[in-house]
């Protein structure tokens, strides 16, 4: 039985297939024109949609324009300016690459361009695409130098999909969702989004690094500047620059994570994998972080074109990315000593009263914490610069430079190095002076009062220790008296071949026994009571999936956090002076001791100026 004649599809539905995977809404027409128009150099970008994009969306740029006669070419598929060969495949500069948007969007909705190269307004022209064969017209239109493209009644001859549309409101707030994230990553860009004739956002461009804060903050909220940390690291030809939530500014969705790659958005699960572990120790269960994050490599180092919408990439060594994306992410984390004003979130969790809320703070101890010997280069911190840029927005300088330097400058409150009140020599969180109901340390230092929980603080510095200790001594792995088989898919022997040296490491012995089979003959001792067979199809599956696991060290980490907590001060159990004040000396020199295990603040700082408002002291 024959399926019938074979014909040539017709130019307008070979597009529309094309389009079924380009253009899904509203939303995904004005980032693929977005894009387009920032490779086009435009630093002027006007964004006007009705109805939620569905009944027309119009994007005007200031960029290059297109010449009168490539405009049919434009709205031809296969058709680009932007790579020539297979070598600049390889090294893709531009957002766009595929030559596939503009016909695409053309062959499902009404689309005209009008553009001009030239500085005269009246050289322009039009191009308008109509009928079955797509047939462009051109004609002379006026219009200054860039381009507009406009693009009505989306979907109007494909029905199926027109269906899948949701509410005016949803497909507006997909197109707003798009317009924010093209403005955090291109801040020397103006952009003007309008919904149905009334400005909805507008965003001037800047130039210095207080502007792109300044970006961020009003893409972001304020709150999300108020409790993240800068982190800016360069090493091996990658660098990693932008701000992370700190633990206590955990989202119940995952609706604040930006990571851009050389300036291209992308959902990658290297790079989701490498945060989630970063935060593993410090974030309550099924919260999410939230981080704005730009990561620049080289281009041909990164293979954009896995994806027709480009959201996806492939790294071509992902896993000295996924290590320096996490190193670098944990080392911002863990050097947090939790700073600054107005924490709500802390002060919400330490149950602190209304009105009082805002007058507590931790402040940044500026302590020079002993270096992990990774071999990496020390990413550079510093707590809220973007709060810094939210309050002093006149006196920020170019980040990069020196950080510690910088917020000590701002920040005189808080300074650098451990140099507290010259003259006096009292440690960053004072000395003890009371144990409160059996729970919290009271302590004065230089800036006033502070208060810590002894038992979350313990816990913390308990748990830090047995990591340590953890990762100076190889893991202690004890013999199975029978060795465990375990029947493998191919995909996890594959996985298993190729990471074999990793368990090892870890204190499992495993051993192929056959083409499908292997058998565990030692597991780390520290693992004895779990299920190391169901350890270890996990962990090659995380291997087979992202090419790297956390899971054995995750389970390990788990019960050491559990041997941190019941080793750790119970509340209720008087503490003497001295007990304080070395628990308050751990503190300042452990890593990640502003939270406790759970994500929970440890300590807050009561200053001079809060002590007098609260007595309605004037100064
Ligand atoms: N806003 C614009 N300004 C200048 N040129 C544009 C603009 N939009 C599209 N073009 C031109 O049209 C071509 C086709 O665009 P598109 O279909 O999106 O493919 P791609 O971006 O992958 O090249 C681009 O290569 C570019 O030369
Ligand atoms: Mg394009």
């Known amino acids: 039985m024959s399926l019938g004649k074979i014909k040539q599809l017709d ?20 980032k693929e024109l977005l894009e387009n128009a920032l490779d086009a150099g435009a630093t002027m970008i006007t964004i006007d949609v009705d109805e939620g994009g569905v009944k027309r969306i119009r994007i005007t740029d200031n960029g290059v324009g297109i010449d009168g006669e490539d405009l049919p070419l434009a709205l031809a598929r296969h058709a680009t300016s932007k790579i020539a060969s297979i070598d600049d495949l390889e090294a893709v500069a531009t957002l766009g690459f595929r030559g ?10 009404k689309l005209s361009v009008t553009s001009n190269t030239s500085d005269n307004p009246s050289q322009g022209q039009v191009a ?34 027109r269906k899948f549309l949701r509410t005016e409101r949803t497909e507006l707030a997909r197109v ?85 790659v050389n300036g291209r958005v992308v959902k990658d699960k290297i790079i989701t994998h490498a945060v989630r572990q970063a935060y593993r120790d410090v974030l309550y269960g099924g919260r999410h972080p939230a981080y704005v994050l730009f990561l620049e490599l080289d281009a041909n180092r990164v293979d954009v074109n896995v994806h027709p919408t ?24 863990a050097d947090v000593r939790p700073a600054d004003m107005d924490n709500r979130a802390n002060l919400d969790q330490v149950g602190v009263s209304q009105p009082l809320e805002s007058q507590f703070q931790q402040v940044s101890m500026g302590l020079e914490i002993p270096r992990g010997t990774d071999g990496l280069s020390e990413p550079t911190v510093s ?47 004072g000395f003890a002076i009371a144990h409160l109901h059996g729970t919290y340390i009271v302590a004065q230092n230089a800036e006033g009062m502070v208060l810590v929980d002894a038992h979350a603080a313990h816990e913390r510095i308990t748990y830090e220790r047995l990591k340590a200790a953890r990762a100076n001594s190889s893991i202690a792995s004890q013999p199975l008296l029978v060795p465990m088989p375990i029947t493998l898919t191919t995909l996890e022997m594959g996985a298993y071949e190729e990471f074999s040296e990793l368990f090892s490491q870890l204190g499992l012995v495993v051993d192929a026994a056959s083409d499908d089979t292997v ?12 299920n190391a067979v169901n350890l270890l199809r996990d962990v090659l599956g995380d291997l087979a999936e992202v090419g790297h696991s956390d899971r054995l060290s995750a389970r390990m980490d788990e ?10 001060v119970r509340a209720n159990r008087a503490l003497s002076i001295a007990e304080m004040n070395a628990l308050l000396r751990d503190m300042e020199v452990t890593e990640n001791s502003g939270q406790c295990n759970h994500g929970r603040p440890t300590w807050v700082q009561l200053g001079h100026d809060e002590l007098d408002k609260l007595f309605l002291r004037g100064r």
């Open 383 to 429: 707590a809220n610069a973007l709060n810094e840029a939210l309050r002093q927005p006149s006196s920020f300088t170019a980040a990069g430079s020196d950080r510690r330097g910088l917020s000590a400058g701002l920040n005189p409150g808080s300074s650098a190095s451990g140099a507290m009140v010259p003259g006096v020599d009292v440690p960053p969180l």
């Open 100 to 109: 596939e948007a503009l016909a695409s969007i053309a062959s499902v909705s």
């Open 176 to 260: 707003e969702e798009v317009v924010k994230r093209t403005a955090l990553a291109r801040p020397h860009v103006s952009f003007v989004l309008s919904h149905n004739g009334k400005v909805l956002h507008r965003l001037t461009a800047g130039t210095t690094e207080h502007d792109l804060q300044r970006r961020v903050i009003g893409i972001c909220g304020e709150s999300f500047a108020r409790e993240s940390v800068v982190v800016d690291r360069v090493a091996h030809g990658l660098s990693l620059r932008g701000w992370v939530g700190l633990p206590t500014f955990s989202r119940s969705q995952a609706d604040l994570q930006y990571f851009f």
């Open 11 to 30: 130019n307008r539905l070979a597009n529309q297939i094309a389009a079924g995977e380009v253009v899904e809404r509203p939303a995904s027409v004005v």
């Open 519 to 530: 058998l565990i003959r030692e597991i780390p001792v520290i693992l004895a009571r779990d």
């Open 559 to 568: 019960i050491l956090a559990t041997m941190a907590c019941h080793g750790s």
């Open 128 to 161: 308008r695409c109509e009928g079955r064969e797509m047939e462009v017209t051109v004609s002379p239109a006026a219009h200054p130098i860039g381009t507009t493209l406009e693009i009505r009644d989306l979907f109007y001859n494909t029905p199926a999909r």
């Open 310 to 333: 480009k959201h996806e990439v492939r790294f071509r060594d992902s896993r000295s990315v996924h290590g320096f994306v996490f190193s670098t992410l944990g080392r911002a984390l």
